[in-house]
């Protein structure tokens, strides 16, 4: 009997994701997330949670599967990543000097209006050209454009959001991820 089984509560060891085990093949574990999307994962991926029959980790052991796996991943940098985690990232830089050639005479709200009429205009695009990721980079500011954006993004039900690579965009950008279905 394998470390998973149908129904048992996971999380995604390097995401904030969770969620339960439907199915179980070989190596590859189905779950369903806590927003009902069915993913796959490699079962090294996963750890069971909650439940009295569950495995109880200490720090220190998660510090040792971490290092073993940096060590791992340092041994085999051609190693294949999920098709989801290797997917073109498209980046669309919503700062209104990349929009427009001047934004002289243009109101905050006007600048807000062109940002967002862009980001929906990309966003469309995307989903039409069956592009998974997107990073919206809108800066840092004051807020308000990453507020409009979140907004947005969550009109959409088959899509998740949450903030790019910090190494590559700082604080300054979100990325989308979309499902894309196979009809």
């Known amino acids: 009997m394998g470390l998973f089984e149908k129904g048992d509560k ?6 904030k994701l969770k969620g339960i085990v439907v199915s179980v093949s ?4 189905t779950l369903e997330s806590e927003d009902g999307f069915i993913m796959k994962y490699a079962a090294n991926e996963l750890i069971k949670i909650a439940g009295p029959e569950a495995i109880k980790v200490t720090n220190y052991e998660v510090a040792q599967v971490k290092a073993e796996k940096d060590m791992a991943n340092k041994k ?3 190693l294949v990543k999920p098709k989801e985690r290797n997917a ?9 000097n990349q929009l427009v050639k001047s934004a002289k005479g243009m109101s905050n709200h006007e600048i807000l209006n062109l940002q ?18 997107v990073v919206f980079i809108h800066g840092v500011g004051e807020g308000v454009l990453k507020e409009e954006l979140k ?3 969550g009109r959409y039900d088959q899509l998740k959001y949450y903030d790019a690579d910090y190494q590559k965009y700082g604080l300054g950008a979100t990325e989308v991820y979309i499902y894309l279905n196979n009809a």
């Open 10 to 15: 996971v999380e995604v060891l390097d995401e």
């Open 26 to 29: 070989n190596n590859e574990i």
């Open 76 to 78: 085999r940098p051609s």
């Open 88 to 96: 073109p990232k498209m980046e669309v830089d919503l700062h209104i």
């Open 116 to 133: 967002m009429e862009t980001a929906k205009r990309q966003l469309d695009f995307a989903m039409r050209k069956r592009i998974q990721k």
């Open 151 to 153: 907004f947005l993004f």
